[in-house]
């Protein structure tokens, strides 16, 4: 089960780090400036009504330029079992949005963030599910690096897939709906920052990324790990 830090202030004045249930993280509520109005639990922030509230996406690429695509779990309120970024969540309260992402990062895939920048710090979206829950966030989208060997977190991550980024740039402009709505509107913006430097999809086999629900083809030895005992399922949550 995942789950975020808190701090919390000593008697003596340090800090100590409580570890709450991910659902009940504090998450920010923002005014239409930017501007911290309140906070919420996660569970209460995510329905027909979703205020505008901080978040991020960051996005991981090997010294060879490949990105750390993932899938979201089946049980995740919104987009169940889809294609996304490699990860993305809540900032705390004072937190940075680096420093979220590095947290985000260990909880969700296991890895320790070495390196990231913000290169679109401006990025907002509101978009509603099948099920009429919104998301709406006002969301920096982070490119960085990272050390150790994806070790998911089932509760949130299906599986993950190394995957050429001019291929997932490919995907995003001619099948955006197989990709989460929030990465389908990042990757675009990403790819006019910084242009594809590493090969090209002309002439490469297969597709990207599984097509939803389907993982037949993909081993081991072409960068996908799945997850045996949650391959089927329909869904439900971010």
């Given at each position: 089960m995942s789950h975020q830090d808190g701090a919390t202030p000593r008697s003596d004045g340090s800090m100590t780090r409580a570890v709450v249930p991910a659902d009940e993280a504090l998450v920010v509520l923002l005014d239409e400036s930017h501007r911290p109005i309140g906070q919420l639990p996660k569970s209460q922030v995510h329905h027909a009504q979703t205020p505008l509230h901080r978040g991020f996406s960051c996005y991981i690429?090997?010294?060879?330029?490949?990105?750390?695509?993932?899938?979201?779990?089946?049980?995740?309120r919104t987009w169940p079992g889809v294609w996304t970024n490699t990860c993305c969540g809540h900032p705390l309260p004072d937190e940075h949005v680096t420093d979220a992402a590095a947290r985000r990062l260990a909880d969700e895939l296991g890895l320790r963030l070495?390196?990231?920048?913000?290169?679109?710090?401006?990025?907002?979206?509101r978009v509603v599910a099948p099920d009429g829950v919104v998301e709406n966030e006002f969301c920096p989208v982070l490119v960085g690096s990272a050390d150790g060997e994806p070790d998911p977190?089932?509760?949130?991550?299906?599986?993950?897939?190394?995957?050429s980024w001019p291929a997932v740039v490919a995907v995003a402009d001619t099948a955006p709906w197989t990709l989460s709505p929030w990465s389908a509107l990042q990757i675009p913006l990403l790819a006019a920052a910084h242009p594809p430097r590493h090969g090209d999809i002309s002439g490469s086999e297969g597709p990207v990324l599984p097509r939803y629900g389907d993982m037949s083809g993909w081993g081991r030895d072409e960068g996908v790990q799945e997850r045996g005992d949650e391959v089927d399922g329909g869904g439900e949550q971010q």
């Open positions: 690429f090997d010294s060879s330029g490949r990105v750390l695509m993932t899938r979201r779990a089946i049980s995740k070495t390196r990231a920048e913000v290169v679109l710090p401006e990025f907002r979206y977190d089932p509760t949130e991550v299906l599986e993950y897939h190394w995957a």
